[in-house]
C-alpha cells in the first residue's frame, strides 16, 4: 500500500510539474522526488525566485498545483492546495483529508494542513498563505487563533493580497475569552510522564506542546506506521471551539505530508490531560479504526 500511495503521489507531483513555467521547472526538478515532503527552505525558496524570475506571489501561486497533489479528497474529488509561510522564512505545502465513512468533522482543509505542517517544524507564527481557493469560513476563524492572526496576509489566485482581517471582519478570537497567545506559541504545560516507549514519549511530547487554552485538554496523538516511522500531532484549539483540530488530525497531515499511506497506522497513542473538559478518546479511536482497521491504540490520561 505505501509503494502504491508513493507511486500515485510522485505521479500526480509530475503531472502537476507540467503546469510550472518551464524555467521554474527545470529550476525545482531536483527537489521533486521521492524525499519531497512539501517543504521549501527560505534559501530554496530564494533561489527560485531568482532562476524562475518569478516574483514572490507569483512563484507561491505556481507552485500550488504541487501542494494540492498532496490532497486526499475520496468524497468531494476538490483538491485544495495551501502554502504557509513560516516566521523562519520556509514554506509548508498543505492539502485538504477527507475521511470516507466517519463523518464530516474529521475532514482537514488545506489551510489547516499547511499550518499545522509548519506547527510540526517548529514554526511559531504564520506570515502569509496562498491557497488555490478562498478561504471557507472554517478556515479564516481556525487562522484567526494564529498568533499572527493580526498581520497574516492571504493570497489567492488572481486576487490581491489581503489580510485574514479583511477576510473576516468584526472577528472573534482568542482575545475576545481573554487568551494571550495564540496558535503555534511556543510552549510547555509542564506534564509530566515518563515512559520507554517512544510511541508514548512522542505523543506526550505533542501534548506538552499543544494549544487548548479553553478545555485545557493539553493532548498529543502519535502514529507508528507498519516502516517503523512515527508522527507526532498537537491538538490545536479554537474560542469558537468547532474550528478547532484535534491531535489526530495533525498527526495525520504530519504523515500525509511525510509521504505515508495511512492505512499503513500499525499503532498510534493518544495522552490527554485528565483535568481537561474534553475528551477525544472515542472519536480518535473510531476514525482510527476507520483508516486502520487492526491498529491498536494506547491511550494514556495524565
Ligand atoms: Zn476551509
Given amino acids: 500500500m505505501t509503494t502504491l500511495h508513493k507511486d500515485s503521489l510522485q505521479q500526480r507531483l509530475e503531472e502537476s510539474m507540467k503546469t ?28 527560485l525566485l531568482s532562476q ?14 504541487l501542494a494540492a497533489a498532496f490532497s ?20 509548508y505545502f498543505g492539502a485538504n483529508m477527507e475521511f470516507s465513512n466517519v463523518q464530516l468533522g474529521q475532514t482537514i482543509h488545506a489551510e489547516q494542513s499547511a499550518i499545522s505542517h509548519a506547527w510540526i517544524h517548529g514554526e511559531t507564527g504564520i506570515l502569509d498563505i496562498t491557497i488555490n481557493f478562498s478561504p471557507c469560513g472554517h478556515c479564516r476563524q481556525f487562522m484567526n487563533e494564529l498568533t499572527t492572526a493580526d498581520s497574516l496576509m492571504v493570497q489567492l489566485p488572481e486576487r490581491d493580497e489581503k489580510s485574514l482581517q479583511e477576510y473576516l471582519p468584526e472577528s472573534f478570537g482568542p482575545k475576545d475569552l481573554g487568551i494571550e497567545g495564540g496558535l503555534l506559541a511556543k510552549v510547555s504545560h509542564k506534564l509530566t510522564f515518563e515512559s520507554n516507549s517512544p510511541l508514548l514519549i512522542t505523543a506526550f511530547e505533542a501534548a506538552n506542546r499543544s494549544h487548548a487554552p479553553y478545555s485545557k485538554n493539553f493532548s498529543g496523538v ?80 495524565l
Fill in 20 to 47: 510550472l513555467p518551464s524555467a521554474l521547472q527545470s529550476a525545482i526538478a531536483p527537489l521533486i522526488n521521492e524525499q519531497f515532503t512539501g517543504v521549501i527552505a527560505k534559501e530554496q525558496f530564494l533561489s
Fill in 72 to 91: 486526499v479528497a475520496p468524497i468531494s474529488n476538490f483538491y485544495v492546495g495551501a502554502i504557509a509561510r513560516g516566521v523562519s522564512g520556509d514554506l
Fill in 222 to 301: 502519535a502514529l507508528e506506521m507498519n516502516n517503523g516511522n512515527i508522527y507526532s500531532g498537537m491538538y490545536a484549539e479554537n474560542a469558537a471551539f468547532n474550528p478547532s483540530l484535534p491531535p489526530l488530525q495533525v498527526a495525520l497531515v504530519h504523515a500525509n505530508m511525510s509521504r505515508e499511506a495511512l492505512s499503513e497506522i500499525k499503532k498510534a497513542a493518544l495522552i490527554e490531560d485528565h483535568k481537561g473538559a474534553i475528551s477525544h478518546l472515542a472519536i480518535t479511536t473510531c476514525t482510527l479504526k476507520d483508516l486502520s482497521p487492526n491498529m491498536v491504540l494506547e491511550y494514556v490520561s
Fill in 52 to 65: 524562475s524570475e518569478l516574483s514572490d506571489k507569483e512563484l507561491r501561486l505556481a507552485l500550488l498545483p
